[in-house]
């Protein structure tokens, strides 16, 4: 019998248990008795879901042969409908949508709890698509060929069972597969470790194994570049960790040849004859070196896979990185973050070079690219900042001519008067962390404004500026204060702001954390009483171990879908594949810098911690929910109060209906209004 007195509260860690489902019961009813019965929150799901449900926000979509695609969610289509409509009726704004598929009529009709988890048309003729469908919002899917013009699932076409797999189109009568339903074919990770071709109407055994890892190993991947002229580069991703890896060629033979790339490098794009590749290492190859966090644009033969001659597209400065590119039919598209705000710069391609291209893009706020269509030089891009909402753009590169604006994300609040700014914290080292401030102007410095502090720091992930849609009205508007820091471990400034806080040297970014919150109460801005952070997954980890660490610092912390158990992070679900990014409990010198700072094992009954709210998902495959079940059921051994929720749909990004969506913010603005505000 499971000892459930056990001081590690390991039991949490199943996920059928009945006294561990019995035991998340009892929690979410007394939090939600909590928070829901606060009269403010039904005003506030209500104000939430008419703010998603809002028939002008911006239908982003992606561009298939004249069609706009786009997945819609309302209060008739709670699962979604996948629809379609012309340039023309989008410009006209008209509600012309043709539905292509509807979620909520195939889950009733399969009495499964499907959300669709993305749709891979086949570039080529994309009236062919595979669906991924996931049960519930985990990561696992299954996978359907699906005819988007007969509105159906294709009679004997390419089906794949339940699991992480990787799918990917090689024409329109092959596919690579990565399998990931059978424990056979997974990675000590839970992710595929093999690489198999099947063609149209073969069986599972009539498929065609490339390539084959070691289960130590972390994934393997497959897919295809197009060209802009449509010659093909089929490629294998064979990865030994999450930053390491080996890229093959697959020829038309299907014999593989490992390209000579760095192991820390990322291939953006192929374009051209060119592989468009990041560097996060230097880079030393024929008598020539390489930065860290440079673009490069590499020759690479499509048929044979021998590289060639190498140019620098782009080498950052100090308070820059790459972020993204997008290959055009002419052009290379970069955003590249600048100070953290976006800048982009454009290539093309003119005789053996890439030469600069101009473009008419602003700077000072933040650039995302919505959609690139395929043979093309359209680019499909939003803009916005804190206090600006996102709008659409269509944009010839080729032309210079001026962006048209398609849609415009509706005002969620007024913003006369607000002011967002960047301000610099001094962290324990001297190194300046960058911060972003949205307030009130004329904000009184005298440590009483309710200030929400937002932050990641990890996996070279930048945290920049975005619309405040729901925290405007519902934050902002009652007087409180919106923070995100820029601390290391983060990606806004290449690979080097990301290493300095990665593995052991983990504690640099609670440490710069620490310094952004200690900052904000030495200007005045705001006091310990009335401060509060929020997190998730790895600003989970954050939040939990600044919380512990300094639990007099703050009186708020929304800590959600965390890890927290750092000696047993790599045996829950996924944790294994970032080893990368903290280190491997098994190696003793690594193992002594993760227990330094495990926020379940710095728990303390003779501390006082200010009442958390810790979230979760019984759905998360990624990260498991026992990361935030142990903490709380740890604090509360030792006597400390602590809220927590468990959803049982959504999964680790939320992968749900509006309805749960509405409710989970309105539950942390409740819980952010009793600790700050009220």
């Known amino acids: 019998m499971t000892d459930h007195t056990s001081d590690d509260f390991q039991w949490l860690e199943s996920l059928d248990d009945a006294a561990a489902l019995e035991w998340v019961t009892r929690q979410n009813a007394a939090t939600q008795t ?400 960058p911060y972003f401030i949205v307030h009130r102007g004329g904000l009184a410095r005298d440590g009483s404004a309710p200030t929400l502090l937002y932050g990641y720091g990890g996996f070279e992930v930048p945290m920049m500026p975005y619309y405040m849609d729901n925290f405007g009205p519902q934050w902002l508007e009652k007087g409180g204060v919106f923070v995100v820091a820029n601390i290391r471990g983060g990606g806004e400034f290449g690979p080097a702001w990301h290493q300095a806080a990665q593995g052991i040297h983990r504690q640099v970014s609670f440490d710069d954390f620490i310094a952004v919150a200690e900052d904000l109460i030495a200007r005045g801005i705001t006091s310990a009483r009335r401060l509060g952070i929020e997190g998730g997954s790895n600003g989970g980890l954050l939040v939990g171990a600044c919380m512990v660490q300094r639990p007099e610092l703050f009186n708020a912390v929304v800590c959600e879908v965390p890890l927290l158990d750092m000696l047993r992070y790599t045996e829950l679900l996924a944790g294994a594949s970032w080893i990368d990014e903290y280190g491997d409990p098994q190696d003793e010198d690594e193992r002594a810098a993760l227990a330094a700072y495990s926020p379940y094992h710095h728990v303390r009954a003779d501390a006082r911690y200010p009442l958390a709210l810790f979230t979760t998902s019984s759905k998360d495959d990624r990260v498991h929910p026992a990361h935030a079940r142990k903490m709380v059921a740890r604090m509360q051994s030792f006597g400390h109060q602590v809220l927590f929720l468990e959803t049982s749909g959504g999964g680790h990004d939320g992968n749900t209906g509006q309805e749960q969506t509405a409710e989970e913010l309105a539950r942390v603005l409740v819980y952010l209004y009793r600790q700050l505000m009220d």
């Open 34 to 433: 909590l928070l829901d019965n606060d009269p403010r929150f039904a005003s506030l799901k209500d104000s939430i879901l008419a703010n998603l449900r809002d028939t002008r926000q911006i239908p982003f979509f992606a561009e298939y042969d004249g069609w706009l695609y786009n997945f819609h969610q309302d209060g008739e289509h709670p699962r979604g409908i996948y629809r379609r409509c012309t340039l023309d009726a989008y410009r006209a704004s008209s509600q012309d949508w043709q539905t292509v598929l509807d979620i909520d009529a195939l889950a009733a009709a399969e009495e499964v709890d499907w959300y669709l988890d993305g749709v891979a048309h086949y570039t080529e003729q994309p009236a062919r698509a595979l669906l991924s469908l996931t049960p519930g919002g985990s990561d696992a899917t299954i996978s359907r060929e699906y005819d988007v013009e007969a509105q159906a699932f294709v009679a004997g076409g390419f089906s794949f069972p339940y699991g992480k797999n990787h799918i990917a189109w090689r024409d329109l009568n092959s596919v690579f597969v990565c399998p990931a339903w059978d424990e056979s074919q997974l990675t000590r990770a839970g992710y595929p470790r093999e690489v198999w071709l099947l063609h149209r109407g073969q069986g599972w055994d009539e498929a065609q194994c490339l390539l084959q890892l070691d289960d130590e190993a972390m994934m393997a991947a497959a897919w295809r570049f197009l060209d802009a002229d449509g010659t093909p580069f089929d490629m294998i991703e064979a990865s030994d960790s999450f930053y390491s890896k080996t890229y093959h060629h697959v020829a038309a033979n299907l014999a593989l040849t490992a390209l000579p790339l760095p192991p820390r490098a990322e291939i953006e794009a192929y374009s051209h004859g060119d592989l468009i590749v990041k560097l996060a290492e230097d880079w030393a190859v024929a008598g020539q070196s390489y930065a860290a966090g440079s673009l490069l644009a590499v020759a690479c033969d499509a048929a044979s896979g021998k590289l060639g001659r190498i140019q620098p597209l782009f080498v950052p400065g100090a308070r820059q990185s790459v972020e993204m590119v997008e290959a055009t039919l002419h052009l290379l598209a970069i955003i590249v973050i600048d100070n953290v705000k976006s800048l982009l710069v454009t290539l093309r391609r003119q005789g053996a070079d890439w030469l600069p291209h101009a473009n008419p893009l602003p700077t000072g706020g933040v650039i995302e690219f919505a959609d690139q269509p395929w043979q093309s030089d359209l680019l499909y891009y939003s803009y916005s900042d804190f206090l600006t909402p996102a709008a659409l753009y269509r944009l010839d590169l080729l032309s210079g001519g001026e962006p048209e604006v398609l849609r415009a994300q509706p005002l969620a609040f007024d913003a006369t008067g607000f002011v967002a700014e960047q301000l610099h914290a001094r962290a324990a080292d001297g190194t300046e962390i």
